[in-house]
């Protein structure tokens, strides 16, 4: 698994790693690394030789919608990926639970093995996509290190979204269409596969019914040093987002905007449509959160963000307010977004940081459920007014604990109390390098 913050390069580390090839500051990077988890009170020497974190690559899913003409095709093609992936299902869990004789727990390898000359029997996959089925099959049973996974239907209100997987050669880029299994197939906004290329991808559905073809690629990255130092990030309801510099990311309705629609849709028996609100709705609020997060990458070196959780919100009469604002999704696009641009991304726990006051550090604030109403409040120990979240965005960024000399513009100010900052250290948490 990779770190979470990757710590980015400074001009002064990159400078120093440019006499190195690459593959040496790989392995001092590992080597540093581990011996940060290792010893516990490691001088801050180490600490800052693990800045030379150098994120050349990263893959991104380029995500084309097919045509419509090729939907038939496809949906014939993903029943007969379901026949392959049942007959995996069907053969491993033979093999777990044998009638008589030892137990045999089949990988990818044997499932292709003994599937070998199965392609003659389908009329539109191949091979490839026969291998590729089984191993994701593997893999993902000894993932959940279960005997068998769900079957997946091909028919009827439980029917499973259509997927189609395959291996990099069997997709051959033809002009502005691409071909695969002797099928020429056009996608919308083909000139994003220019000088793309891919190692595996598949045809999936969604909901709606629509095929697009998904295909990872590897993109490089320019690391930037970003304007501003730090920033915390307090998400809740009333905005989904606020900063500690008072930025706000104004709270989506994009469910509530449409829910009638929705209900009509629903009421007159219209499922495609209601599908379509639906997946209108997800995208907006995709699209918002995106732009978000990309402003915040743009603008900031370090990033916290408060470990708010929907799961227990989403059983109080909240739920729809909480699944609309996407808190979850922001963290991905926050994380994967820093980690692109060689910044440091932090989850902190939010754990009344409401309350406390970023001034004086006393817990002063409003309590409890009433207590959210509240969106400004006076400290009664110093006497300084706050803003609800943007007090919550500042506490949650005095308790981010970055790594030392991150970034090419460094803290002049020492964030965390060194009594805090030793004690974390001994428990080996907090560093940026150790969180997963
Ligand atoms: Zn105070």
Redesign the pocket.
């Known amino acids: 698994m990779r770190n979470v913050a990757l710590p980015a390069v400074s001009r002064r580390a990159a400078m120093r790693s440019c006499a190195h090839d690459e593959s040496e500051a790989m392995t001092r990077r590992d080597t540093t690394t581990v011996r940060e988890d290792s010893e516990s009170d490691a001088p801050s020497a180490s600490a800052t030789r693990i800045n030379i974190a150098p994120v050349k690559a990263c893959t991104q899913t380029l995500r084309l919608k097919v045509k419509r003409e090729s939907y038939a095709w496809l949906n014939v093609a993903a029943m007969e990926v379901n026949t392959v992936w049942n007959w995996g299902a069907q053969v491993s869990e033979k093999a777990a639970r044998p009638c008589a004789g030892p137990r045999k727990w089949l990988t990818g390898f044997d499932l292709c093995s003994h599937s070998a000359g199965a392609s003659e029997y389908f009329q539109k996959i191949g091979a490839d996509t026969i291998q590729r089925v089984n191993c994701e099959y593997a893999q993902k049973r000894s993932t959940v290190k279960r005997v068998r996974l769900r079957w997946r239907t091909s028919r009827g209100a439980r029917r499973s979204l259509g997927w189609i997987p395959f291996k990099a050669a069997s997709l051959k880029r033809q002009g502005r269409a691409v071909r695969f299994c002797g099928k020429t197939f056009r996608v919308f906004e083909s000139e994003r596969l220019d000088g793309a290329s891919w190692k595996q991808g598949c045809f999936a559905q969604d909901a709606v019914g629509d095929w697009w073809l998904c295909l990872p690629v590897s993109v490089s990255i320019g690391e930037t040093v970003a304007p501003q130092e730090e920033v915390g990030i307090d998400l809740g309801l009333k905005d989904t987002a606020v900063t500690s510099d008072g930025d706000r990311c104004e709270r989506g309705t994009f469910y509530r905007d449409i829910e009638q629609k929705i209900a009509q849709a629903q009421c007159r028996g219209h499922k495609r449509q209601a599908k379509r609100l639906h997946r209108r709705a997800a995208n907006r609020r995709k699209d918002a959160l995106h732009k978000f997060s990309r402003q915040i990458v743009d603008r900031y070196q370090r990033i916290a963000v408060g470990d708010v959780s929907s799961l227990k919100l989403v059983k109080t009469h909240m739920a729809k307010s909480v699944l609309d604002s996407g808190w979850g999704m922001l963290r991905t696009f926050l994380q994967y977004k820093s980690q692109q641009a060689g910044r440091s991304f932090q989850i902190v726990s939010e754990r009344n940081t409401g309350r406390t006051?970023s001034?004086?550090n006393?817990v002063?604030g409003p309590q409890g459920v009433n207590g959210l109403r509240v969106r400004r409040w006076m400290?009664a120990?110093?006497g300084?007014w706050h803003d609800r979240d943007i007090n919550a965005g500042k506490n949650i960024l005095r308790r981010a604990e970055w790594p030392a000399s991150v970034c090419g513009n460094e803290s002049s100010i020492l964030r965390i109390p060194p009594r805090r900052a030793s004690r974390s250290r001994k428990a080996g948490i907090g560093t940026a390098g150790s969180r997963a």
């Open positions: 006051c001034n004086c006393s002063s400290c120990p110093c300084v």
